[in-house]
T-cell receptor, first 115, second 115 residues
Framework: AQKVTQAQTEISVVEKEDVTLDCVYE???????LFWYKQPPSGELVFLIR????DEQNEISGRYSWNFQKSTSSFNFTITASQVVDSAVYFC????????????WGAGTKLIIKP | GAGVSQTPSNKVTEKGKYVELRCDPI?????LYWYRQSLGQGPEFLIY????????DSGLPNDRFFAVRPEGSVSTLKIQRTERGDSAVYLC?????????????FGPGTRLTVL
């Protein structure tokens, strides 16, 4: 069974629109971490955020915000007032205490911001 | 400071040949991970080192793949008798600790093409 599901394969929006990337995860561990990484066309994975399973507070960092809801096993990512530089593939990932904290990745969502 | 570096950035080889891919982690990081990313997919875990030892090699696809980290810093991923299906981007990541609370930071990857 897929442990991390990113149902949106590709999203295209016009600059300045808000956009939300969905992530649904599955785990039996009580201790786990959730991540978002950005992979721009250059290819290097850039860390955006880490959340542990005991902290359900939402997080905001500039134009980025994350909504963690254990009740629905979701960790969604919203970009407000999107910019062309936000164009990239975004990956959601899970690490579990029971799996040596290796990252288990979703398939990624390709985000295209049109000028 | 310096991030994770990987060499070579690109490697083209012929089917059946042997290749070595190198990863230089962030100084002081004790944990090191190798992942493989095929086109259009999320990374796939291969192996995890804590110090010099392979703490988890459950992701290595078969015995043609082997990795070492003899001095607890630089790691080399070795692939014997390469096959066309081995073509992918090989990613290395390091983290400060054993991974439970520490974020993995990624290198730029080595793109391996097997002809």
């Amino acid at each position: 069974a897929q442990k991390v599901t990113q149902a949106q394969t590709e999203i295209s929006v016009v600059e300045k629109e808000d956009v939300t990337l969905d992530c649904v995860y599955e785990t039996r561990d009580t201790t786990y971490y959730l991540f978002w990484y950005k992979q721009p066309p250059s290819g290097e994975l850039v860390f955006l955020i880490r959340r542990n399973s005991f902290d359900e507070q939402n997080e905001i960092s500039g134009r980025y915000s994350w909504n963690f809801q254990k009740s629905t096993s979701s960790f969604n990512f919203t970009i407000t007032a999107s910019q062309v530089v936000d164009s990239a593939v975004y990956f959601c990932a899970l690490s579990e205490a029971g799996s040596n904290y290796q990252l288990i990745w979703g398939a990624g969502t390709k985000l295209i911001i049109k000028p | 400071g310096a991030g994770v570096s990987q060499t070579p950035s690109n490697k083209v080889t012929e089917k059946g040949k042997y290749v070595e891919l190198r990863c230089d982690p962030i100084s002081g990081h004790t944990a090191l991970y190798w992942y493989r990313q095929s086109l259009g997919q999320g990374p796939e875990f291969l192996i995890y080192f804590q110090g010099t030892g392979a703490a988890d090699d459950s992701g290595l696809p078969n015995d043609r793949f082997f990795a070492v980290r003899p001095e607890g810093s630089v790691s080399t991923l070795k692939i014997q008798r390469t096959e066309r299906g081995d073509s992918a981007v090989y990613l290395c990541a390091s983290s400060l600790g054993p991974g439970d609370t520490d974020t993995q930071y990624f290198g730029p990857g080595t793109r391996l093409t097997v002809l």
